[in-house]
């Protein structure tokens, strides 16, 4: 006679797989670790922020134009939202395997500490501008404060957005009087220092970034907003269907992407040469153009939203940019070693006789071998080398 045992159910189930993955989140990833990639080459090359040339001339102007516009303060928001709408995704896809509430709360805690660790050492050893490790604190307020929120709760994130719009334009009033009392002398744009990009050695440069990182990542805890926007649009299910979420997308593309993109213009004609105003004008400026930043996370995220939409196959490009961004963590962190080796004081220190155009071709170049490795990993079904790290410790 055989006796039948039954085992109990894990409380949790494993990372997911290829074939439950939504094909806009991925692509919104990988395709804004490009935008990722010029912001940050460009600190390093210039050894500050916001990493343009204060004396631009001919295509510099246009490169500085472009990047204070579409890119500075724009592109880190994408992938706020899109961490709020991966939280949510994980929760969801361990609550329909059968785990209970604690055990999805234990597995969001302990991945959000262990993004928090990996944040350390990579702001240790790499990059002061590190996001894994505030994501990380995020992540840990949303599990315990968000996730298990109603719909009405949720839609707070909603009216605290429209107030947002409204600070804006307030904002925006402020800096056209700036502009039009503007009588000093004209003050270019200039980089804001950071020691640890400008460190003769790699020792310097570790500690000179355990003074920076604590401060850039207090500073970036307030993307907390951001993130739960992202858990109201993963609520709702909007990236895995934008075609039947079309006139949402269309609005929040419109509406998010103006707002960022005239919010920022001001300043981006004075990092241009185009526009000459005092100190105090550019002081204004600059703050317009890093609260409008923050609408381009759903902007963006709804513009590609609508490409997806659109898509009527999947062509090799887009395979392989999806690809990338499900390793974005690897790809992020390959972006930092390869600013290391490329660009820093100590290590190669590359130029290429213009400090703007070093920076927007290395970003270009680092970004398609990405690409092109992660879609490599992606045909021998390899998750990515970060990505196998955190699983094995998370799961």
Known sequence: MTTATTLPAADHRGPVTGRERALAPDLIRGAMLLLIGLANSANFAFAGQPGVESSPHGFERVLNFLKLTFVDARAYPVFAVMFGYGLVQLARRQRSAGATTSAVRRILLKRNGWLI???????????????????????????????????????????????????????????????????????PLTNSPNPSLAATSYGASIVDRLHEYPMHTASVIGFLIVVWLG?????????????????????????????????????????????????????????????????????????????????????LPVRAISALGQRSLSGYLFQSVSWLVLLAPFTLDLDLGSTAYTAALIAIAVWVVSVA?????????????AETLLRNVVY
């Not at 944040?119 to 490790?133: E, I, P, S």
């Not at 005092?278 to 590609?304: E, I, K, R, T, W």
Request: glycine share 12%.
């Open 117 to 187: 660790a990996f944040g350390l050492v990579h702001a240790t050893l790499l990059y002061f501008g590190d996001f894994l490790g505030a994501y990380g604190i995020v992540g840990i307020i949303c599990t315990l404060l968000l996730l298990n929120r109603g719909d009405k709760f949720h839609r707070i994130v909603l009216a605290i957005w429209a107030f947002e719009i409204l600070y804006v334009l307030f904002t925006a009033f402020q800096s056209v009087a700036a502009v039009l009392n503007s009588s000093g002398p004209a003050a």
């Open 231 to 315: 858990t109201w649009a993963a609520r709702k299910q909007i990236l895995e269907n934008p075609a039947a979420h079309r006139s949402l997308l269309r609005g929040v593309a419109f509406t998010g992407l103006g707002i960022t993109i005239v919010g920022g213009l001001p300043l981006a004609l004075v990092g241009a040469g185009w526009l000459h105003v005092d100190a105090a004008a550019v002081d204004q400026l600059s703050y317009l153009s890093h609260v409008s930043g923050m609408f381009g996370g759903p902007g963006y995220v709804a513009l590609f939203g609508l490409l997806v939409a659109r898509l009527s196959r999947i062509s």
């Open 373 to 385: 490795g992660a879609y490599a990993m992606s045909k021998r079904s390899y998750r990515g080398p």
